[in-house]
């Protein structure tokens, strides 16, 4: 029996079975020599007090009190590598470690099989992926100390959450700048001095649309930068209604309501592993971001609690520093497109540590700003509507403990969440989504109207950094700020109030609701409140 052959002491590692998925087939195995790339998580040196995220700490005081002790990080290494793995980078601070290999050594490492996967319904050009069924294991040494193995199944994590409609169905539209004024941004502020972070799963930009878009606004094209995570790069297709428009909707509508910040748009694979890297490496990058925009998602019940957790885990690390994280709700009102009958949320807008941003449909007077009416975003099957709902697997965060958040994730009172009554509620904060009553933005040489949670993210991550710009101070955390004692049926300071309207299985309320959270925003009351 070769070394190769000689069974490895594995233990399993929790939290990584992953279920059949529908809607891909898996036809035979991999080539044994083809390279496999994954993202392996390290425990915390100590746990995150909730008292970080009061007092921002500097990306060193991170990594020397809760990163990757050096010697997990000696142990990963020295046990992988002597398995036949390379390591390839390794961030301490953000307690990951990047590792490659040959298909049957990551898959014996690992005990687990890789197949290729196609997509059931994308014909004789549907690209291939790698696929896994159930649990992982890890090696013995390392039981504990590494947390999750993220990326070995490479099918697309997440989705965009922007909706277009077609041109005779759009109602009115707005740009950005005009939304600066329905929405009260505090004037004297344009993100001068700020960096906002916007994470994309695939896509790109083109520098010509962006100055053609900018100039007809009469702004200065603001600093746009793209980086690479995981091979990911700056890619347009050319096709408007995929990727691409997602990536300039963000860029458009964060550059035009905060000109003057600097936008980094990290490009990584749309895997778990890719996912992750992007929000990590946005969230300690130097200068530290004062907003990351995210305006892909995936029903929270679709990740692997793995997954989930070490995600929640980059999101608190972004906390920690000072960063907020604004995160779209969703497009597919309160079923977020799971065929069960039953209300879910989206992930990473159901964590805790993320500002969950959901939508609504704005009738206003564009150059005065002034509101005929607004509603909850719901067009009907089909036709999108505001994600909003219960987590089924995240605690009930302190600050939300008296608005009213259902105590089920069926939104019922009587249980139906894994955490017994009192999931985390989404969304926090709303602006305008209804692709009807949308955005004007301009993709691949075409000026259109886009619409969805996709444009209320970049939205609130513009007015983060024009109110840290005006402060002085990061915002971090948001929420206790904004919720700041609110009870149930209580208007938060800062906020108006959306009472009408409904995405499914829950209806605006006064105060809080699991429609549009505290509401839509009043930049400069909301600067006055903090």
């Given at each position: 029996?070769?070394?190769?052959e ?5 233990v399993?590692?929790?939290?990584s079975?992953r279920p ?5 087939r898996?036809?035979?195995g991999?080539?044994p ?7 392996l ?9 909730e ?5 921002p ?10 990163g990757?002790a050096?010697?997990?990080v000696?142990?990963?290494?020295s046990?992988l ?6 390591v ?12 490659s290999g040959?298909?049957q ?5 690992f005990?687990?099989?890789?197949a290729q ?5 994308d014909?004789?050009n ?16 390392l039981?504990?100390v590494v947390?999750?193995?993220l990326?070995?199944d490479?099918?697309p994590?997440a ?6 409609v077609p041109?005779?169905?759009?109602n009115?539209?707005?740009t950005p700048p ?8 505090p004037?004297?502020t344009?993100?001068s ?9 695939g896509?790109?930009?083109?520098q ?5 878009y900018?100039?007809?606004l009469g702004?200065?094209t603001p600093?746009?930068t793209a980086?690479g995570?995981d091979g990911?790069s700056n890619a347009?297709d050319?096709n408007?209604?995929g ?9 458009e509508v ?5 000109p003057k910040?600097s936008?980094?748009?990290y ?10 890297d992007?929000?990590s ?6 200068p530290?971001?004062a907003?990351?925009?995210i305006?892909w998602?995936q029903s929270?019940d ?13 999101l608190q ?7 907020t ?6 497009d597919?009102g309160s079923?977020?497109?799971v065929?069960?009958?039953r209300?879910?949320?989206d992930?990473?807008?159901s ?5 969950a941003?959901g939508?609504t449909r704005l ?6 700003g ?7 975003w719901?067009n009907g099957t ?5 994600g909003g ?6 605690p009930l965060?302190?600050?939300q403990r008296?608005v ?15 955490n017994?009554p009192?999931?985390?509620?989404v969304p ?5 989504a209804?692709?009807?009553t ?5 993709v691949?040489?075409q000026?259109t109207?886009?619409g969805g949670t996709?444009a209320v ?6 007015l983060?950094?024009r109110?840290v710009q005006s402060?002085g ?5 948001a929420?206790p700020a904004l919720y700041d004692?609110?009870r ?7 906020f ?8 499914g299985?829950?209806?605006a309320?006064?105060?809080w609701d ?7 925003p009043?930049?400069t009351?909301l600067?006055?409140?903090?």
């Amino acid at each position: 029996m070769t070394d190769a052959e000689e069974p490895l002491d594995l233990v399993p590692l929790p939290g990584s079975e992953r279920p059949a998925r529908p809607g891909f087939r898996a036809h035979g195995g991999l080539a044994p020599d083809v390279r496999v790339d994954a993202t392996l998580v390290l425990r915390r040196r100590a746990e995150l007090p909730e008292s970080a995220f009061a007092h921002p700490l500097s990306r060193q005081e991170l990594a020397d009190r809760y990163g990757a002790a050096p010697d997990d990080v000696q142990l990963v290494r020295s046990t992988l590598e002597g398995l036949g793995l390379t390591v390839d980078e390794v961030d301490a601070g953000a307690r990951r470690i990047r590792v490659s290999g040959p298909v049957q050594t990551v898959a014996r490492v690992f005990g687990t099989d890789l197949a290729q996967s196609t997509p059931e319904d994308d014909g004789q050009n549907a690209p291939t992926y790698r696929q896994r069924t159930g649990g992982l294991s890890i090696p013995a040494a390392l039981d504990g100390v590494v947390t999750a193995v993220l990326g070995l199944d490479d099918r697309p994590q997440a989705r965009t959450q922007f909706r277009y409609v077609p041109a005779a169905a759009v109602n009115t539209s707005y740009t950005p700048p005009q939304l600066g004024t329905v929405y009260s941004f505090p004037e004297g502020t344009d993100g001068s001095g700020q960096t906002i972070a916007i994470i994309e799963l695939g896509g790109g930009y083109v520098q010509s649309d962006l100055d053609t878009y900018f100039a007809g606004l009469g702004i200065p094209t603001p600093s746009v930068t793209a980086v690479g995570v995981d091979g990911g790069s700056n890619a347009p297709d050319g096709n408007p209604n995929g990727a691409d428009g997602e990536v300039m909707l963000d860029i458009e509508v964060a550059g035009a309501l905060a000109p003057k910040a600097s936008i980094v748009v990290y490009f990584a694979p749309n895997t778990d592993a890719g996912f992750l890297d992007a929000v990590s490496t946005a969230a300690h990058a130097d200068p530290t971001p004062a907003a990351i925009s995210i305006s892909w998602g995936q029903s929270e019940d679709q990740w692997t609690p793995q997954a989930r957790t070490a995600f929640d885990q980059a999101l608190q690390d972004a906390a920690a520093l000072g960063v907020t994280t604004t995160v779209a709700a969703g497009d597919d009102g309160s079923s977020d497109r799971v065929g069960d009958g039953r209300p879910h949320v989206d992930f990473p807008a159901s964590s805790p540590h993320a500002l969950a941003c959901g939508g609504t449909r704005l009738e206003a007077d564009a150059s005065t700003g002034a509101v005929r009416s607004e509603t909850v975003w719901n067009n009907g099957t089909g036709g999108g509507a505001t994600g909003g709902g219960v987590s089924a697997v995240f605690p009930l965060p302190s600050w939300q403990r008296g608005v009213g958040v259902p105590s089920g994730a069926d939104g019922t009172d009587a249980g139906g969440s894994t955490n017994g009554p009192g999931g985390r509620g989404v969304p926090d904060v709303s602006a305008v989504a209804d692709p009807q009553t949308g955005y004007r933005i301009r993709v691949d040489g075409q000026d259109t109207v886009i619409g969805g949670t996709s444009a209320v993210a970049p939205l609130w991550a513009a007015l983060v950094a024009r109110l840290v710009q005006s402060t002085g101070k990061p915002l971090g955390l948001a929420q206790p700020a904004l919720y700041d004692s609110v009870r149930s049926g209580q208007v938060a300071a800062g906020f108006r109030d959306i009472t009408v309207g409904d995405n499914g299985a829950f209806a605006a309320t006064a105060g809080w609701d699991a429609c549009t959270g505290l509401g839509v925003p009043n930049g400069t009351t909301l600067l006055s409140a903090l």
